[in-house]
């Protein structure tokens, strides 16, 4: 596994400068990564959304296989719109929460748009506090001081040169809508500025845009531009100053001309089912997802894009979770749905959209009407349906109610003939969609399964 010794160790020792040039980085860390690595450029290069729910979802509006048991044993009841003694039950066919995104996930299920993997359960080191496993999940690793799965993959991908360039010279590789991710730290290495991820936002603002003001109008900027080459010409070693011109230049004028409201809104698709362009709700995370997902289009360079679920709310449902989450994740969905919609549309049939968290929670309801920490999680996972091995339109995993009646440690676990992965699992998938063919010696566990031998649970 990538560890921090290796990092260490590649980073310097002896208290050398972390703050290493391009190419020292490079060298460095490609000797970090573990010589076992085998790699082999994919036949379709992905590009992953990773929209990350922190504070813990429920497994619930997912996974209500277990609801008749969970409800006769909570501390506090369940609404009778769970029973599914009840004619008029909220349980879809594939026991979802109708009300709470699953009328939804049935429908992206039936299209063949989206996988459920239940069971997305920790064994190893079975925390079930945010940090840790937030720091684990987004690296992918139980070695808290390990880089980021996007980090990572950068370090990949520099080595192996899948695109004929390096990683560096590609165009917005790896761009958040969440601000700061433990998805991108570096861990114990300082990257070069060129691979750490350019925060964007649902308003389209053009973080490479000179602010304007007496002096850098439209003609001094030129001058600036114009000065720098002359003096990469005369000076060899004014070189990357010069580059650093061109690359900002180029990647303001991508933003301007093609990742901008108006160009994104006048983009979008008409759908034949109605004849109209498709809309997103009017959310602020549906906003972030438009923008993500025209950015992904737009740009087949940007390999990997972050996101919370900011606008939504956190998913730390401890209290009022009845009321609260149903909303929340119907919300969810609706958006999901639009951007499944809008992917197949655009045929852009390599990006792939992730959606999990910490971890699950209990499924006893507390007195304060809420959920505390558990471990169970679902995973949905959205398109790249012409992604190498990928599989959609499966629902993955079974489920049993474990603990003590009327008692607050109650949860679902996956049954002894059940499908499970840890959620490092998921990291590993996204290293094999890039062509790691042995993921799990970056993270200790092979990717998620998508195979037929795991069966599929839709009805």
Known sequence: MFTRRQFLKAAGIGGLSLALPPMVWKNEVQAALPDTLNYAAPAMMPQIIHI????????????????????????????????????????TANNFWGSAGGNIMEQLLANGEMSLYRTINRIKDDSKAHGRCIAQNLSGNLDLSNPGIATTLAAVLEKFNPFGKAVDELLLPFVTFEGDSRVF??????????????????????????????????????????????ESNQFPQFEKVNNAFIKRAELSNFIESSF???????????????????????????????????????????????????????WDDHSDSLTRYPNRIQLLMEAMQVASRHLALMEANNIVMHVFGDFGRNVNVNDSKGWDHGNNQNLYTFGGADITGRALGKLVGKTQHIGTAFQNRQFTSPTN??????????A???????????????????????SNNVPNELV
């Open 52 to 91: 990350f729910l922190y504070g813990g979802p429920s497994e619930l509006a997912g996974n209500l296989t277990n609801i008749e048991e969970i409800a006769a044993n909570s501390q506090n009841p369940y609404p009778a719109s769970l029973d599914p003694n009840n004619a008029n039950n909220d349980i």
């Open 185 to 230: 730290s570096p861990g114990d290495l300082d990257l070069p500025s060129a691979l750490r991820p350019l925060a964007l936002d649902a308003n389209f603002n053009n973080p490479y845009a000179r602010s304007g003001n007496n002096f850098l109008n439209a003609a001094n900027d030129q001058k600036l531009e114009d000065l720098a080459k002359t």
């Open 260 to 314: 901008n409201s108006e160009k994104i809104m006048a983009d979008l698709p008409v759908d034949p089912g109605t004849g109209q362009k498709i809309q997103y709700p009017n959310t602020n995370f549906a906003n972030r997802l438009l923008a993500a997902v025209s950015l992904a289009i737009k740009n087949p360079e940007s390999l990997f894009i972050s996101m919370g679920s900011g606008g939504l709310g956190g």
């Open 417 to 426: 003939d059940s499908y499970q992965s840890e959620p490092f699992g998921i």
């Open 428 to 450: 590993s998938t996204i290293f094999k969609y890039f062509g790691v063919q042995n993921p799990e010696v970056l993270t200790g566990e092979p990717a998620i399964d998508e």
